[in-house]
């Protein structure tokens, strides 16, 4: 990898396209680009690429017990399998060496910039005026990516009354030890959501889950299938859009498991 330049482009007329990260969709772009033979910089503010799925970095949202859901098949980009030798679902290290392994296959190493955390873009006539963290002047390129995802900022709710016990984000989750022993009450029904319910029912005294609607809660595996690999099969036949629409309720319904709660809504798709 890059660590940074020594020499900048600051004047105003550069070919070059500037992609903001290097994580998932900030190395395919990078790997198009390079295989287009178009000029771009790829610029990753962490001091090591994988976005969200490296754990080692600030960026990372990943937890212990983090893995794909969906399989590996259904998830590696078209060119580059995951080996053949992972799980069906792989664990997010074995994500994070994927993407590494990706990146080294394509060359992608030294068209990445490290530490390179962009503070200001600016449109102007021609192209992108970008400051980088650290950097005197301002670089300038024809075009930009924004690939720097949308986990990193947590979104929280604001929710009337007093609550005097301590609240967390999925975003700060890391290992089950931090809900051992403890009364826990899981606010959603995402992907994170249900993660955790799942990891605090081994160590929590109580768990709750709080949904604002109903739920279907699909298995991973369906007649010892990877579920996205039945909904790839049955989206090749065409349908009328009445008919998709039909047939994805009553499969849904048919291999999910449905909260029996008094009340609970039904769910919706």
Known sequence: MRRRKDVMDVSGKTDKIVIIGAGPSGL????????????????????DIGGLWNAATETGVVYDTTFLVSSRKFTAFEDF????????????????????????????DQSIELN?????????????RVKIKGESHPRFYRG?????GHHHIPRR???????????????DYRSVSQ????????????????????????????????MRRGYYFVPKFLL?????GL??????????????????????????????????PPPTI
């Open 28 to 47: 395919a772009a990078a790997k198009v680009f390079k295989e287009r033979g178009i000029p771009f910089d790829c610029l990753e503010r962490e001091g």
């Open 81 to 108: 399998p995951f080996p053949d030798d992972y799980p069906t679902y792989p664990s997010h290290r074995q994500v994070l060496s994927y993407l590494k392994d990706y990146a080294r296959e394509f060359g992608l």
């Open 116 to 128: 390179a955390e962009v503070e200001e873009a600016t449109r102007i006539d021609g192209g992108w």
């Open 144 to 148: 930009l990516v924004m690939a720097n």
């Open 157 to 171: 709710p604001d929710i009337p009354g007093e609550f005097t016990g301590e609240t967390m984000h999925s975003r």
């Open 179 to 210: 809900l051992a022993g403890k009364r826990v009450l899981v606010l959603g029904a995402g992907n994170s959501a249900c993660d955790i319910v799942v990891d605090a029912t081994s160590v929590a005294k109580s768990v709750h889950q709080s």
């Open 224 to 228: 010892g299938k990877p579920m996205d």
């Open 231 to 264: 909904i790839h099969f049955f989206e090749k036949f065409p349908l009328p859009r009445a008919s998709e629409i039909g047939s994805t309720r009553a499969g849904t319904a048919s291999s999910s498991a449905r909260t029996r709660i008094s009340a609970f």
